[in-house]
């Protein structure tokens, strides 16, 4: 059966599979291989099988709003509607305070196209060099829905608060992660290791609020 046929089959058979917990199928809405490894990582240990976007030949959605929350919903309802199956989303983005809560939403083409994360770093150290407030946050908000038209999409929001540092550090993690300071850590969020990352990070703040509201939604407690 074409994907894009099964309707609601997608959820049907999520909800039966968790007594098999190696079939849960769940498409993320994106193609960013970072965000692919985090949330592999995460959902793993719940026998999530998580399958990106890009195995379905699907193109990346519009991501035309001013908020994170309403890109997040396009992003989950436009790959349930082109796979069949239950889709997981998220809009993300490093708040610099000083600059208003930029780059926000425009956090993967802050420096414009074509996406950069070196030259949106070297915007975002410049934008904030001349002012004193260096105060930064990390924001991720989670769109799950199960099937294109569900009306009732499970949300789950995160906040991570550090600093913007003008000389990066770390090899690990994504995007902006070698400028985010961790004051407390003394250390930025690339030189974290995986697991404790995943642990800290808003995305995985946000996950662990998604896992307790799908655990509800299914009445099961065997991935608790």
């Not at 709003?65 to 989303?89: C, D, I, M, Y």
């Not at 608060?161 to 902006?176: D, L």
């Not at 003394?186 to 995986?194: D, I």
Request: hydrophobic letters at 40%; aromatic letters at 8%.
């Amino acid at each position: 059966m074409d994907s894009r046929l099964r309707g609601n089959d997608g959820w049907r058979d999520f909800q039966v599979s968790v007594k098999n917990p190696m079939s849960r199928t769940l498409v993320l809405a994106s193609n960013n291989p970072g965000k692919l490894k985090e949330f592999s990582q995460l959902l793993a240990p719940l026998g999530f099988d998580v399958r990106p976007q890009a195995e379905f030949n699907i193109p990346e959605a519009e991501e035309p709003h001013v908020t994170f929350v309403e890109n997040a919903l396009a992003k989950a309802r436009h790959a349930a509607q082109l796979t069949g199956w239950p889709a997981l989303a998220d809009d993300s983005g490093i708040c610099a305070n000083a600059l208003g809560g930029a780059p926000g939403v425009w956090s993967a083409r802050y420096a414009g196209e074509p996406k950069s994360d070196r030259r949106n770093n070297l915007k975002l150290v410049a934008d904030l060099a001349a002012l004193t407030d260096k105060s930064a946050y990390y924001y991720c908000v989670l769109v799950f829905v199960r099937h294109a038209n569900d009306p009732q999409p499970i949300i789950a929001e995160g906040r991570w608060n550090g600093e913007v540092r003008a000389e990066p550090s770390g090899q690990g993690g994504f995007g902006y992660d070698p400028h985010f300071w961790l004051p407390t850590l003394g250390k930025t969020a690339a030189e974290l290791p995986a697991d404790e990352k995943n642990r800290l990070s808003h995305r995985g703040q946000a996950l662990r609020v998604l896992i307790d509201k799908l655990n509800k939604l299914v009445e099961i407690d065997e991935y608790k």
